[in-house]
């Protein structure tokens, strides 16, 4: 017995195996020893990190440590100001990241929240209420409609109970429960239907049960298990600026030490040439990039909230840019999670029902025709069973801001009631008839409620002096219960020839993933007493067949069409069954030919080296548990793939903090799942995805144009001086001048490349491979072929201008004002060269106008530098001539002319070459 599953011991093997009676529950000193022995029943949390750890962690980054460098340096030079631009920009960074660390703790403390308060137990042959944590396993408990599920239950007898699982399970619809044991011995969640698991809620009728487990030991508690042994990845962009500070402060050593040496060796003097490298150093390392990375996030995020797209982590904005496989939840996400009657069968003839939701608006269509309930008997007869035999209620909710705003705001309609019910009351409303309008001629006698046995439900109504009674449930049940059907406006006998038709129809329309419910009546006589459901349910007329399902979204096969484009490959993963799930990839657009649909019993016979194998085969996984969506998560990670996975149950937590970037529901998703995510989709639409995978995307391009034009810009100040020491020349820029243009001229133009329009085919590309590296695609080719055209025309400007009278002093500051005057001009030019992969040409110059004002603002700021009596003594600066500004600007604007002329002759291969750099990495078969 012991070896057995607890769904499949019998409930008198689970009395025997938690040694307890029924009627008399556990006494209170046995319920002591099995709490010291078990513990309370609460989820318990991993030890957690100090608040200040968690701060002092965020100076632990490489790249921080660089930029701590840097500050040094700076001090030692006497430049306060920028050491202090520094240390603000160290300490934001800090306050961010522990925010962001601090919010992520939270995940258990939500998840606890599910947790029942109080429960109603048998103790000491009494029933009592008890706080939920003290349950042990052992307890007797019962509960009722509206009750929180305090622990896993095994269920010992119940009563019309259904539960709503959908945060642990997936499933849209509540489960119905029974006590019987089950005899399969590997299956999942949603079908252990004698099971009742902590967490979740009852909706309907009532249980009593025997607590099976408790604590970390339930369902729920496996799950907070899973979310604090699963490590949060590390985002593209993280791993990128790590790796960019590594290259750059061994490049910036390298190359000061050779400036430095070369010019000591051409006769400079060591400590002029000693302030001169550290200012190169300092130019080098761009201590303005993680300030201006968080600015493109922030700007980012601002757009995105107003796509419906909450970010919860800056970085996963960037992320979402190089997904390469997006694994969606179904219901409410990729479906409207609002059951609806879209077919009825009536008559041999099919009819489909138009709208959306539960709104009361659409018709019945025949041929595509609206069909006009009056002169259809068995239409009407259909839709009075739907209202009458049944327990749902149909209600308009106004929002709060409509009476205080007074604004016309669109109302919402919601079911009260049983989904599938509900359904049905939609429909008939659709056609004009509603419980209010047809409740008065009707009065209800009797009630048969549904249960998994009989799998119908029946009423008997009193209407003008008769009584009816109302049938609706399985088809094929309902069918075996029917003698007669009403057949093109008549009742005649049910033949075996028409029941083999409706079986049929049903079966085609199970087919097509619907929900099939057959609707049956008959008059009941005065004299008859209906003391019984089986005195009721025979010698019924069948009328019709409805068929339901929760719609997809109809933005979503658009949003999924572009996916593909994109190289985004999309995956459903559901708690559903199998055939609902394949339906409606089927109607999305999501499933090719070859595609594969598999469930949770499959996917566990699979090793992770099988599932490795095949995963980038199957489209569709339907059935799973929390544990199955691990494990697919991980084999596309290790595959190469960037993932996002969407959710908002409890049983998608551990998955969503696992993935790449991890996408929860705002509007039906629970505290867990939010507080595990990077990005929560307030309108819970997938549509939604798409629209921030696009806006990261146009974030990362811009992350790397501003790194294109503030590295060139940085290339080109080391080589200027490089080239001159070599060549025996004096210093080109003075260290001030060198630290001016670093904490000037970089940062407002590059801060505006960071809110630059995407270019047009943004979304026709396929996604970053996730190891790319930051200089990929030409980038590193692009910013050192820059930074030496740079170079060499700064140089060749400061040469022209010293030749004239090479031994004069004040020639010298002339030339080296000259040269600064190029360096800043030619910096300035060439960020709109960084505007697109093509060339400045391609694009419209003023389309970014905050890009313009920032250059502008950049060399007005230049003027007092050069002009200004007061600043030309710090700066070493003098007036320039006209002749002076000519030269600086045919030097200053030849890199970009050059490069302008280069990339229109070649083509413009972007496009071509992008394409097949992408193939051939490991990105999604679309």
């Given at each position: 017995?012991?070896?057995?599953?607890?769904?499949?011991?019998?409930?008198?093997?689970?009395?025997?195996?938690?040694?307890?009676?029924?009627?008399?529950?556990?006494?209170?000193?046995?319920?002591?020893r099995?709490?010291?022995?078990?513990?309370?029943?609460?989820?318990?949390?991993?030890?957690?990190v100090?608040?200040?750890?968690?701060?002092?962690?965020?100076?632990?980054?490489?790249?921080?440590?660089?930029?701590?460098?840097?500050t040094?340096?700076?001090g030692?030079?006497g430049?306060?100001?920028?050491a202090?631009?520094?240390?603000?920009?160290?300490?934001?960074?800090?306050?961010?990241?522990?925010?962001q660390?601090?919010?992520?703790?939270?995940s258990?403390?939500?998840?606890?929240?599910?947790?029942?308060?109080?429960?109603?137990?048998?103790?000491?042959?009494?029933v009592m209420?008890?706080?939920?944590?003290?349950?042990v396993?052992?307890?007797?408990?019962?509960?009722?409609?509206g009750?929180?599920?305090?622990?896993?239950?095994?269920i010992l007898?119940?009563?019309?109970?259904?539960i709503e699982?959908?945060?642990?399970?997936?499933?849209?619809?509540?489960?119905h429960?029974?006590?019987?044991?089950?005899?399969?011995?590997?299956i999942?969640?949603?079908?252990?239907?004698?099971m009742?698991?902590?967490?979740?809620?009852?909706?309907?009728?009532?249980?009593k049960?025997?607590?099976?487990a408790?604590?970390?030991?339930?369902e729920?508690?496996?799950?907070?298990?899973l979310?604090?042994?699963?490590?949060?990845?590390?985002t593209?962009?993280?791993?990128r600026?790590?790796?960019l500070?590594?290259?750059?402060?061994?490049?910036?050593?390298?190359?000061?030490?050779?400036?430095v040496?070369?010019?000591?060796?051409?006769?400079?003097?060591?400590y002029?040439?000693?302030?001169?490298?550290?200012?190169?150093?300092?130019?080098?390392?761009?201590?303005?990039?993680?300030?201006i990375v968080t600015?493109?996030?922030?700007?980012?995020?601002?757009?995105?909230?107003?796509?419906?797209?909450?970010?919860r982590?800056l970085?996963?904005?960037?992320?979402?840019g190089?997904a390469?496989?997006i694994?969606s939840d179904?219901?409410?996400?990729?479906?409207?999670?609002?059951?609806?009657?879209?077919?009825l069968?009536?008559?041999?003839?099919?009819?489909?029902?138009?709208?959306?939701?539960?709104?009361?608006?659409?018709?019945?269509?025949?041929?595509?025709?609206?069909v006009d309930?009056r002169g259809?008997?068995?239409?009407?007869?259909?839709?009075?069973?739907?209202?009458?035999?049944n327990?749902?209620?149909?209600?308009?909710?106004?929002?709060?801001?409509?009476k205080?705003q007074?604004?016309?705001?669109?109302?919402?309609?919601k079911?009260?009631?049983?989904?599938?019910?509900?359904?049905?009351?939609?429909?008939?409303?659709?056609?004009?008839?509603?419980?209010?309008?047809?409740?008065?001629?009707?009065?209800?006698e009797a009630?048969?409620?549904?249960?998994?046995?009989?799998k119908r439900?029946?009423?008997?109504?009193?209407?003008?002096?008769?009584?009816?009674?109302?049938?609706?449930?399985?088809?094929?049940?309902?069918?075996?219960?029917?003698?007669?059907?009403?057949w093109e406006?008549?009742?005649?006998?049910?033949?075996?020839t028409?029941?083999?038709?409706?079986?049929?129809?049903n079966?085609a329309?199970a087919?097509?993933?619907?929900?099939?419910?057959?609707?049956?009546?008959?008059?009941?006589?005065?004299?008859?007493?209906?003391?019984?459901?089986?005195?009721?349910?025979?010698?019924?007329?069948f009328?019709?067949l409805?068929?339901?399902?929760?719609?997809?979204?109809?933005?979503?096969?658009q949003?999924?069409?572009k996916c593909?484009?994109?190289?985004?490959?999309?995956?459903?993963?559901?708690?559903?069954?199998?055939t609902?799930?394949?339906?409606?990839?089927?109607q999305?657009?999501?499933?090719?030919?070859?595609g594969?649909?598999?469930?949770?019993?499959?996917?566990?016979?699979m090793?992770?080296?099988e599932?490795?194998?095949?995963?980038?085969?199957?489209?569709?996984?339907?059935?799973?548990?929390?544990?199955?969506?691990l494990?697919?998560?991980k084999a596309l990670?290790?595959k190469?793939?960037?993932?996002?996975m969407t959710?908002?149950?409890?049983?998608?937590?551990?998955?969503?903090?696992?993935?790449?970037?991890g996408?929860?529901?705002?509007f039906?998703?629970?505290?867990?799942?939010?507080?595990?995510?990077?990005?929560?989709?307030?309108?819970?639409n997938?549509?939604?995805?798409?629209?921030?995978?696009?806006?990261?995307r146009g974030?990362?391009?811009?992350?790397?144009?501003?790194?294109?034009?503030?590295?060139?810009?940085?290339?080109?100040?080391?080589?200027v001086?490089?080239?001159?020491?070599?060549?025996?020349?004096?210093?080109p820029?003075?260290?001030?001048?060198i630290l001016?243009?670093?904490l000037?001229?970089?940062?407002?133009?590059a801060?505006?490349?960071?809110?630059?329009?995407?270019?047009?085919?943004?979304?026709?590309?396929?996604?970053?491979?996730?190891?790319?590296?930051?200089?990929?695609?030409?980038?590193?080719?692009?910013i050192?072929?820059?930074?030496i055209?740079?170079?060499?025309?700064?140089?060749?400007?400061f040469w022209?201008?010293?030749?004239?009278?090479?031994?004069?002093?004040g020639?010298?500051?002339?030339?080296?004002?000259?040269?600064?005057?190029?360096?800043?001009?030619?910096?300035?030019?060439?960020?709109?060269?960084?505007?697109?992969?093509r060339?400045?040409?391609?694009?419209?110059?003023?389309?970014?106008?905050?890009?313009?004002?920032?250059?502008?603002?950049s060399?007005l700021l230049?003027?007092?530098?050069?002009?200004?009596?007061?600043l030309?003594p710090?700066?070493?600066?003098?007036?320039?001539?006209?002749?002076?500004?000519?030269?600086?600007?045919?030097?200053?604007?030849?890199?970009?002319?050059?490069?302008?002329i280069?990339?229109?002759?070649?083509?413009?291969?972007?496009?071509?070459?992008?394409s097949?750099?992408?193939?051939?990495?490991?990105?999604?078969?679309s």
């Amino acid at each position: 017995m012991s070896s057995k599953k607890w769904f499949q011991m019998t409930p008198q093997q689970a009395l025997q195996s938690m040694d307890v009676q029924p009627q008399q529950g556990l006494s209170s000193k046995e319920v002591k020893r099995r709490q010291e022995q078990h513990g309370l029943n609460v989820l318990t949390e991993a030890d957690g990190v100090s608040p200040i750890t968690l701060f002092l962690n965020q100076f632990k980054d490489f790249m921080v440590l660089v930029l701590l460098g840097a500050t040094l340096i700076s001090g030692l030079l006497g430049e306060y100001l920028d050491a202090i631009t520094i240390i603000a920009i160290i300490f934001i960074n800090a306050i961010l990241g522990f925010v962001q660390e601090f919010r992520a703790e939270k995940s258990l403390r939500a998840l606890k929240e599910l947790s029942a308060p109080m429960a109603k137990v048998m103790r000491d042959g009494q029933v009592m209420g008890v706080p939920a944590a003290e349950l042990v396993p052992g307890d007797i408990v019962l509960l009722e409609s509206g009750d929180r599920v305090p622990a896993d239950i095994r269920i010992l007898e119940e009563s019309g109970c259904y539960i709503e699982e959908s945060a642990l399970t997936g499933e849209s619809v509540p489960v119905h429960k029974q006590s019987e044991a089950i005899e399969q011995e590997d299956i999942g969640l949603g079908d252990q239907s004698n099971m009742a698991f902590m967490g979740t809620l009852v909706t309907r009728g009532s249980f009593k049960g025997i607590v099976m487990a408790t604590g970390m030991k339930t369902e729920m508690g496996k799950i907070a298990d899973l979310i604090q042994n699963t490590d949060e990845m590390e985002t593209p962009l993280q791993h990128r600026l790590e790796q960019l500070g590594k290259i750059l402060i061994v490049i910036a050593i390298a190359l000061t030490i050779m400036v430095v040496v070369a010019g000591i060796l051409h006769g400079q003097p060591t400590y002029g040439m000693f302030l001169a490298g550290v200012s190169l150093a300092v130019a080098a390392i761009p201590e303005g990039l993680p300030a201006i990375v968080t600015i493109a996030l922030a700007l980012g995020v601002q757009r995105m909230i107003k796509r419906k797209a909450i970010v919860r982590k800056l970085p996963s904005v960037e992320t979402l840019g190089c997904a390469s496989v997006i694994c969606s939840d179904k219901t409410g996400t990729l479906t409207q999670n609002k059951m609806t009657v879209t077919h009825l069968w009536l008559g041999n003839q099919l009819y489909e029902v138009s709208g959306e939701g539960y709104k009361p608006y659409g018709d019945i269509l025949s041929n595509g025709k609206a069909v006009d309930i009056r002169g259809d008997q068995a239409l009407r007869r259909l839709l009075q069973i739907s209202v009458l035999c049944n327990n749902a209620e149909l209600t308009e909710v106004y929002p709060e801001q409509r009476k205080k705003q007074k604004q016309q705001l669109e109302s919402e309609w919601k079911i009260n009631g049983d989904p599938t019910e509900g359904a049905l009351i939609v429909l008939a409303a659709k056609a004009g008839m509603t419980k209010q309008s047809i409740e008065g001629l009707y009065q209800r006698e009797a009630e048969f409620p549904f249960d998994s046995e009989r799998k119908r439900m029946s009423v008997v109504v009193q209407h003008q002096g008769g009584r009816l009674a109302f049938v609706k449930g399985a088809p094929d049940v309902v069918v075996e219960q029917c003698s007669y059907i009403l057949w093109e406006g008549k009742v005649i006998p049910f033949t075996q020839t028409l029941k083999q038709k409706v079986l049929a129809a049903n079966e085609a329309m199970a087919r097509s993933a619907l929900r099939v419910l057959g609707l049956s009546y008959r008059e009941v006589k005065p004299s008859e007493v209906c003391g019984s459901e089986a005195e009721v349910e025979s010698q019924l007329v069948f009328v019709g067949l409805t068929g339901m399902i929760d719609p997809p979204r109809k933005e979503v096969k658009q949003a999924i069409a572009k996916c593909k484009r994109a190289g985004i490959r999309t995956v459903m993963i559901t708690g559903d069954h199998k055939t609902t799930a394949e339906a409606i990839a089927h109607q999305l657009g999501m499933l090719p030919q070859k595609g594969m649909v598999i469930d949770g019993r499959q996917l566990s016979a699979m090793s992770d080296e099988e599932l490795e194998k095949r995963v980038e085969d199957i489209y569709v996984y339907a059935r799973v548990s929390p544990e199955h969506k691990l494990r697919i998560v991980k084999a596309l990670q290790n595959k190469g793939h960037v993932v996002a996975m969407t959710g908002d149950g409890v049983n998608d937590a551990p998955a969503i903090k696992a993935s790449d970037i991890g996408i929860a529901m705002g509007f039906t998703g629970t505290d867990v799942s939010k507080e595990a995510s990077s990005l929560i989709l307030s309108d819970d639409n997938f549509a939604t995805i798409v629209s921030a995978i696009e806006e990261g995307r146009g974030i990362y391009e811009n992350i790397r144009k501003f790194i294109r034009y503030l590295l060139a810009s940085n290339v080109g100040e080391i080589l200027v001086m490089f080239f001159a020491m070599m060549a025996g020349l004096p210093l080109p820029l003075v260290p001030i001048q060198i630290l001016w243009v670093n904490l000037v001229t970089d940062g407002l133009p590059a801060m505006a490349l960071g809110v630059d329009p995407s270019e047009s085919d943004l979304m026709e590309q396929k996604p970053r491979p996730a190891k790319e590296n930051i200089f990929a695609r030409r980038l590193g080719w692009k910013i050192i072929s820059r930074g030496i055209l740079i170079g060499i025309c700064t140089l060749a400007a400061f040469w022209l201008t010293l030749r004239e009278n090479p031994g004069d002093a004040g020639q010298l500051m002339k030339a080296q004002t000259v040269a600064f005057a190029t360096l800043v001009m030619a910096q300035l030019i060439h960020v709109f060269d960084c505007r697109s992969s093509r060339s400045i040409f391609q694009r419209n110059l003023f389309e970014n106008k905050f890009l313009v004002a920032a250059v502008v603002s950049s060399a007005l700021l230049m003027l007092p530098v050069l002009y200004m009596d007061a600043l030309q003594p710090i700066f070493k600066t003098v007036d320039l001539m006209l002749r002076d500004w000519a030269l600086v600007f045919v030097f200053a604007g030849i890199p970009t002319f050059l490069m302008g002329i280069g990339s229109v002759m070649k083509g413009s291969p972007k496009n071509k070459k992008r394409s097949i750099r992408y193939s051939s990495q490991p990105t999604a078969r679309s």
